[in-house]
């Protein structure tokens, strides 16, 4: 009888971890950021999501290209993927690193060692 009793422990104790790791992250969802350049202004999406520390989903900016996320990491709130951006008829590797929040992503990027932009996404909420 005992041995049942450890048994069905065992297994209501793995339900419960199964279901806690399965929940989907807070840092899962959509995101947007507002990128200035010059006088313009526009929205680049961020919708993620993640499953234990693996990141997919896509990234798209102002001018409308989207990017499938690639290596995407969220190791405790560190944020790094790559995306392959289209570039004067071929491609460039680009390289965003940052720190996801509950309300709030800022992501950095470079490209060919060189740096671009700082970017901050907040949730959207819809």
Same mark, same amino acid.
């Given at each position: 009888?005992?041995?049942?009793?450890?048994?069905?422990?065992?297994?209501?104790?793995?339900?419960?971890?199964?279901?806690?790791?399965?929940?989907?992250?807070?840092?899962?969802?959509?995101?947007?950021?507002?990128?200035?350049?010059?006088?313009?202004? *526009? $929205?680049?999406?961020?919708?993620?999501?993640?499953?234990?520390? /693996?990141?997919?989903? %896509? #990234?798209?900016?102002? @001018?409308?290209?989207?990017?499938?996320?690639?290596?995407?990491?969220?190791?405790?709130?560190?944020?790094?993927?790559?995306?392959?951006?289209?570039?004067?008829? *071929? $491609?460039?590797?680009?390289?965003?690193?940052?720190?996801?929040? /509950?309300?709030?992503? %800022? #992501?950095?990027?470079? @490209?060919?060692?060189?740096?671009?932009?700082?970017?901050?996404?907040?949730?959207?909420?819809?």
């Amino acid at each position: 009888m005992l041995h049942t009793r450890q048994v069905a422990c065992t297994l209501t104790i793995l339900v419960f971890a199964l279901s806690a790791f399965s929940q989907e992250n807070p840092s899962s969802g959509r995101w947007t950021a507002t990128l200035k350049k010059g006088d313009r202004a *526009g $929205t680049a999406t961020l919708n993620m999501s993640i499953s234990g520390s /693996d990141v997919t989903g %896509t #990234l798209s900016d102002p @001018s409308g290209q989207v990017w499938q996320i690639e290596n995407g990491k969220l190791e405790g709130n560190q944020l790094t993927f790559h995306v392959t951006a289209r570039e004067h008829g *071929g $491609t460039k590797n680009i390289h965003f690193f940052g720190q996801a929040a /509950d309300e709030l992503i %800022t #992501l950095h990027n470079e @490209s060919h060692g060189k740096p671009g932009q700082t970017m901050s996404f907040h949730r959207r909420k819809d």
